[in-house]
């Protein structure tokens, strides 16, 4: 199976992505996507504790994901694309092959942005990051567990 979900999430690994997307969704493999944690033992150390073993996690910098980005897509398991912001996705996309589907998970209240839903808040910057990311190609939708409806970027206005 492909990459089934790129999905940006604040907190990145959490109980939300391994229990609520990876149990239902089947997932073999999860990739956070993150130049500071993809040099940091300590931090990868933390995340392992909270995946269990039968799910691998890797650890990457953009430039690594983009250039693995192919080989994950064709890895028979399903897998998660993770990272813990709009800009870290936009350069991912960038680089990498296309996205079809961007999932908006948890982004929380920092100064500078609003709400949109109850769990992701956006600046007006991230907000125009994710219209061009839907101008390239991406279907940018809001969506905190599979078993919601998934919220389009146009209605988080």
């Known amino acids: 199976m492909p990459v089934i979900l790129h999905r940006i999430d604040d907190r990145m690994v959490h109980g939300q992505v391994v229990v609520g997307w990876g149990q239902p ?16 033992q300590w931090e990868q150390d933390l995340y392992r504790m909270g995946v269990p073993t039968e799910i691998q996690l890797y650890f990457a910098t953009v430039e690594e994901a983009a250039r693995d980005a192919a080989r994950w897509r064709e890895d028979p398991r399903n897998g998660i694309v993770l990272m813990g912001d709009v800009r870290t996705m936009d350069a991912y996309c960038r680089l990498a092959l296309p996205v079809a589907r961007v999932n908006l998970g948890g ?5 500078g942005r609003t709400q949109r839903v109850p769990y992701v808040f956006l600046s007006p910057d991230e907000f125009a990051v994710l219209e061009g990311l839907a101008a390239r190609g991406s279907i940018v939708t809001a969506q905190d567990l599979p078993s919601s409806v998934p919220i389009p970027l146009e209605s988080l206005r």
């Open 25 to 40: 969704l089947a997932v073999g493999f999860i990739v956070l996507v993150d130049d500071t944690v993809a040099v940091n």
């Open 107 to 111: 982004i929380h209240q920092k100064p």
